[in-house]
């Protein structure tokens, strides 16, 4: 789980305000379903490409990355400061200043699974985030927040 931040606790906004775990309990839980495996290929996409341990991992962070795009767009009325998250998320500005280029997606062989679904973990703070922009209308589904962030992160938005 020390990988989840590992992309964005270097940057310097992120040192300068503390030097501690950044990612904070993972309490909560739940799982996407994908009989299509569509999701499957993205999830291992973006694991590989930031080399982390799971899939559980991978999708907490395309949570991340997704809800502080949203926030640093202004396409949510959620700020940082209303939720404190200090630097739970990406710092301001670390998702447009990435710049992803495009991936090409895992082949389905790559896929060493028949479940439908992929469980995942992640802090209840950026459950809460993602529960306001799905109530804002921002998002359908909590699965279209996740897909969105991997998409983002695999260049494909």
Not at 27 to 56: A, C, G
Not at 92 to 98: A, C
Not at 103 to 108: G, K, R, T
Request: no cysteine; charged share 35%; hydrophobic share 30%.
């Amino acid at each position: 789980m020390e990988k989840i931040a590992e992309p964005w606790d270097e940057a310097q906004e992120v040192t300068d305000y503390t030097d501690t775990d950044l990612q904070y309990s993972r309490s909560y839980s739940t799982r996407v379903r994908d009989p299509e495996f569509e999701i499957h290929r993205l999830t291992e996409t973006v694991r590989q490409l930031f080399e982390l341990d799971n899939w559980s991992d991978t999708l907490d962070t395309a949570l991340r990355v997704e809800i502080a795009d949203a926030i640093d767009n202004q396409r949510t009325w959620i700020t940082r400061d209303q939720f404190d998250v200090a630097y739970m998320i990406p710092p301001r500005g670390w998702v447009e200043q990435e710049n992803f280029t495009e991936q090409e997606l895992v082949d389905e062989s790559d896929i060493d699974t028949d479940d439908p679904y992929i469980g995942y973990s992640a802090p209840e703070t950026t459950r809460t985030m993602m529960d306001k922009t799905i109530d804002e209308g921002l998002y359908e589904t909590k699965t279209e927040v996740i897909v969105s962030g991997l998409r983002r992160i695999l260049g494909h938005q």
